[in-house]
């Protein structure tokens, strides 16, 4: 079972937040967990699991997450790997029926100010 955060937030069902992805270290703050706080104006509030069709997407709409960026520390990301997304790219993902799987315990309640929980629910895990 995943970790659960220690900074009190809330998960979309109401409980405590547990860790989206530790391989590879995700969140705005890298610390595997999808919080926010100040400075993330993207806020990567949706805990997603990958696929190739969203990755090619995600490209297609500007944010490239597969390509290595070893400048940054970062290997880019595989269809199966766990990651913090944009709230606002996962709607629009889904609005273009292209969006990921979700792991509702470790998505921020945050998230329920611009998609629904029944949307949610639908790509729930």
């Known amino acids: 079972m995943p970790a659960v955060t220690t900074t009190g937030a809330k998960n979309v069902l109401g409980t405590p937040m547990q860790s989206c992805s530790t391989k590879p270290l995700t969140g705005f703050f890298r610390t595997g967990c999808c919080d926010t706080g100040p400075g993330d104006v993207g806020l990567h509030l949706v805990c997603a699991v990958m696929t190739d069709e969203f990755l090619a997407f995600s490209k297609m709409r ?21 990651w913090c997304l944009c709230v606002t790219r996962w709607k629009e993902a889904f609005e273009a029926d292209m969006a990921p799987k979700v792991i509702l315990e470790s998505t921020h309640i945050s998230s329920l100010e611009f998609v629904s929980l029944e949307e949610l629910k639908t790509h729930a895990l």
């Not at 520390?73 to 595989?78: D, E, S, W």
Request: charged share 30%; hydrophobic share 25%; no cysteine.
């Open 62 to 82: 500007g944010n490239d997450l597969s390509t290595p960026k070893p400048e940054w520390g970062f290997a880019g990301l595989k269809s199966g790997d766990r």
